[in-house]
């Protein structure tokens, strides 16, 4: 075949490529490697290295000040993804093999896999110390899926997960920060069996839910002790779970008390507390009645002091010279 039969054929190939790219659906970016640094990796959309950067400098000081609450080290290296949008967040998510999380929920750890996804938007939105927090909440999940994974016989129940989360974190994520008193006011709490069998996910309901776990978690390291920290409830409570005990005999071991017990301890400190607040409200508004009527007082004899100087002056006026002011 001559160079000028085999022209015709080499731009019709060519042609047809350019027709099959033109026609290809246009897939988009995936998520590539951005930023490594010790005991993390950093994977995210184009446009977030700042977020990346951000999370790779605190993360070092949040796992050594998880090590340190919690009593036991995270050797491994974990993978963060970053999105940006709910259909990329929910995305990666199910890569991962879970289903899409309730609306409410922008950031997950899929703690034995080593695994956290963020959605960026939160921390636009939110507080300038959201970040660490929410990055340390995670952080926890991982460190209790470690333990899972090196200890098999052990298993931490998602009440007590979630609430060692927020232990760890200092926050609580979900609802108004009065929510667990009003619960416990109206008799409304959670029964503790229900949150040993099955965390619930919708919305209100698991907003009370770790609202509990965090107050009984902070409870439990607080129990018998001045300093929390000092004390490590928490991190014996764990060291005794990862030794083969169950969560009943860890607890027992750690205060002394069964769950029953330890449950209306617990509920005792809860509606002390809530007791405490409702005997503060009468006083307060005592004290706010007690305000008012000294201004409407003062007010009310600013009025008649100056009806009575303006009558006496009024008074002076009618008064022909040289004769007597009435008394």
């Not at 609202?211 to 929390?228: K, T």
Request: hydrophobic content about 45%.
């Amino acid at each position: 075949m001559t160079a000028q039969q085999a022209r015709p054929r080499r731009r019709a190939r060519l042609l047809a490529c350019a027709l099959l790219l033109a026609a290809s659906p246009v897939l988009p970016a995936q998520d590539v490697p951005a930023l490594e640094a010790p005991g993390v990796r950093l994977v995210h959309e184009a446009g977030l290295d700042g977020l990346a950067r951000r999370v790779a400098d605190l993360w070092d000081g949040l796992r050594a000040d998880t090590e340190r609450k919690l009593g036991f080290d995270y050797p491994r290296t974990a993978t963060i993804h970053i999105v940006r949008g709910r259909a990329a967040f929910e995305r990666v998510i199910q890569e991962h093999g879970a289903p899409a999380p309730p609306a409410h929920v922008a950031a997950v750890a899929f703690g034995r896999r080593d695994v956290i996804v963020l959605q960026s938007h939160i921390f636009a939105r939110s507080a300038e110390d959201s970040l660490p927090r929410i990055l340390q909440h995670e952080l926890v999940h991982c460190f209790i899926g470690h333990l899972e994974r090196e200890h098999p016989w052990c298993r931490v129940p998602r009440w007590l997960d979630e609430g060692v989360a927020q232990w760890v974190s200092d926050a609580v994520l979900f609802g108004p920060p009065d929510l667990l008193l009003r619960a416990a006011g109206k008799d409304e709490l959670l029964p503790f069996a229900e949150l040993e069998r099955a965390f619930p996910e919708q919305e209100g309901a698991s907003a009370l839910a770790y609202a509990q776990s965090a107050s009984l978690v902070r409870f439990l390291s607080s129990y018998g002790a001045e300093n929390e920290h000092v004390k490590g409830n928490v991190r014996w409570l764990l060291r005794f779970m990862a030794q083969g005990r169950t969560f009943e005999d860890a607890l027992h071991a750690v205060t002394g008390l069964d769950v029953a017990s330890f449950e209306r301890a617990w509920l005792g400190d809860l509606q002390a507390k809530s007791m405490l607040g409702l005997r503060d409200l009468p006083a307060f508004l005592f004290s706010g009645i007690l305000f008012t009527l000294a201004v409407l007082l003062f007010a009310t004899l600013r009025v008649r002091r100056a009806r009575r100087m303006a009558e006496l002056e009024a008074d002076e006026d009618r008064t022909p010279p040289g004769d007597p002011i009435p008394s």
